[in-house]
């Protein structure tokens, strides 16, 4: 495109923004621009900027300098805490017992001016008898009368902000540390500039007229449009891609799985992020030394650190069972089984908790529901692992139900899902019998994709549940990892808002 065609493209705000260039000499500002160019906002010089310089008719040049400022005045104009603390001990003789400067300087001040005199070498801890006092040495005295560096800087910084590179960075490290004392405040100086072909346009004359961009009834009616200006549009602009907005993958994903189970039959079901160890584990007969019961896979929390068990009947009946096997005709797993143990709290570290809890609430077959829960585990964080991720959880009671029912389920869940190559393999848990794990061929190699089985007597029997329980819990971000052939888990909580917008995932 020649440059009379360029110009001839020119939208108003862009030929005005070439003549005041020339005026200015080839470079401005966009507040010199406003002030002498006619513009009354800086969006309108730089929105016309942007498209000048996507016609190469000029650059915008951006200087980026950080400065430091003052951000809590009023400490200090009170002065820092060190500072105090040395007029306080000058006051008295050059030393002091601990316990009379926190008196004079309450709050816990005291012992941040200590921390800072001893960091600067100002004072020292001496041993006088029993006691132990503050004492100034000689550069701590030399300090009383005259002002530290860090002072003389907050000293500037109450005037006006001052460049980072103008201050020494050992200094504003230690401010930066004290919190709230000083913040960072970035400043961006832009400058405008005529390109070659800038100026070469200017000179061709460019004539200033105000143009109209759309055609209105009024317009017509009046008869108007016969005597204005119709701005000229160029359909090989660049222009932003417009994207629709969308959901996320995984709430789609979601979406899909709810849509699955509720077509089948199933209510959704759902506990809360935290549990008692008792609802998390133990009426899950897990027993009390089991390794999973360990800081090393579980997060167990400070505040609550207990959460009470109410109900003293099914307490003492699965303590039966842990203990003896109470009437289930097992043996239980021996030992004394502790009831604080059973009321540490902890957040979930699988969904199969809203699955017993849903249970002890609907014990009569014929039940079936389903969860899509977050869980967390104390796991380290690599391609496959997180330690907050969710399951998808699901419960049968079915007075028929057996093991070929729950394979059944299972494969027709994967096949819906778009998975054929799936196997099943024998597996243990302490809540199920028998068990079973699903994997799934992916990436050359099978991955595990969750569990299942049967209720053991030893969960049901204290809610007298009279059926079969079949039960799985499978995992979510796995599964979509399979669905998109995405390698590395983390992949999934990254927005990446360019990657988002460009899924077709529906």
């Not at 100002?122 to 503050?134: C, R, T, W, Y």
């Not at 400043?187 to 209105?216: F, P, Q, Y």
């Not at 043996?331 to 004394?336: K, N």
């Not at 964080?381 to 419960?395: A, C, K, N, R, V």
Request: aromatic fraction near 8%; glycine fraction near 8%; hydrophobic fraction near 40%.
């Amino acid at each position: 495109m020649d440059i009379s065609e360029i110009i001839e493209g020119l939208s108003y705000n862009e030929r005005k923004l070439l003549v005041a260039l020339d005026v200015l000499k080839g470079t401005a500002s966009p507040s010199e621009l406003i002030e002498k160019g006619g513009f009354s906002l800086e969006v309108e010089v730089m929105g016309a900027a942007s498209w000048l310089e996507s016609k190469g008719l000029a650059v915008i040049k951006e200087d980026i300098q950080k400065f430091i400022e003052a951000a809590d005045k009023e400490s200090i104009k009170k002065g820092l805490p060190e500072r105090r603390a040395l007029d306080i001990l000058s006051g008295s003789g050059g030393r002091m017992d601990l316990n009379t400067l926190s008196e004079k300087m309450p709050g816990g001040e005291d012992k941040i001016a200590v921390g800072w005199l001893r960091r600067k070498g100002l004072a020292d801890m001496v041993q006088e008898g029993s006691s132990k006092l503050l004492a100034l040495n000689e550069k701590g005295r030399s300090a009383v009368g005259m002002k530290m560096d860090d002072e003389l800087l907050l000293e500037r910084m109450m005037s006006s902000p001052v460049r980072e590179e103008d201050a020494d960075p050992k200094i504003v490290k230690d401010l930066r540390g004290r919190q709230g004392l000083i913040r960072d405040r970035l400043v961006t100086n832009r400058t405008i500039t005529l390109t070659g072909d800038g100026r070469k346009a200017v000179s061709t004359g460019i004539e200033l007229r105000e143009e109209v961009t759309d055609v209105t009834d009024r317009l017509i009616q009046s008869g108007g449009w016969e005597n204005v200006q119709f701005r000229k549009y160029d359909v090989g602009t660049f222009a932003p891609t417009i994207t629709p907005a969308k959901k996320h993958p995984l709430t789609r994903l979601g979406d899909d799985i709810r849509e699955l189970f509720t077509n089948m039959g199933f209510s959704e079901m759902s506990s809360e992020y935290v549990q008692p160890a008792f609802w998390n584990l133990d009426v899950l007969f897990t027993p009390q030394d089991h390794p999973a019961r360990d800081l090393q896979d579980t997060f167990y929390l400070n505040v609550p650190n207990r959460i009470g068990i109410e109900d003293d009947a099914l307490v003492q009946r699965v303590k039966d069972i842990h203990e003896n096997g109470g009437g289930t005709g097992s043996t239980g797993w021996g030992g004394a089984w502790s009831k604080d143990k059973a009321e540490a709290a902890l957040l979930r570290t699988h969904s199969t908790v809203s699955s017993i809890r849903y249970v002890a609430e609907h014990p009569d077959a014929p039940q079936k529901a389903f969860s899509i829960s977050r869980i967390f585990r104390n796991e380290s964080i690599d391609s496959t692992h997180l330690p907050e991720f969710t399951q998808i959880e699901g419960i049968v009671i079915d007075e028929n139900g057996n093991f070929d029912m729950l394979i059944s389920i299972i494969k027709e869940f994967y096949a819906r899902m778009g998975f054929d190559q799936l196997r099943i393999r024998p597996a243990y848990f302490p809540y199920t019998e028998p068990s079973l794990e699903v994997e799934v061929f992916f990436n050359g190699k099978w991955m595990e994709l969750g569990g299942a089985g049967i209720f053991r007597p030893e969960v049901v029997e204290p809610f007298g549940v009279k059926h079969p329980v079949l039960a799985w819990g499978f995992g979510f971000e796995r599964l979509a990892m399979l669905k998109w052939n995405i390698k590395d888990i983390r992949d999934l909580y990254i927005s990446d808002m360019d990657d988002l917008k460009k899924n077709t995932v529906f």
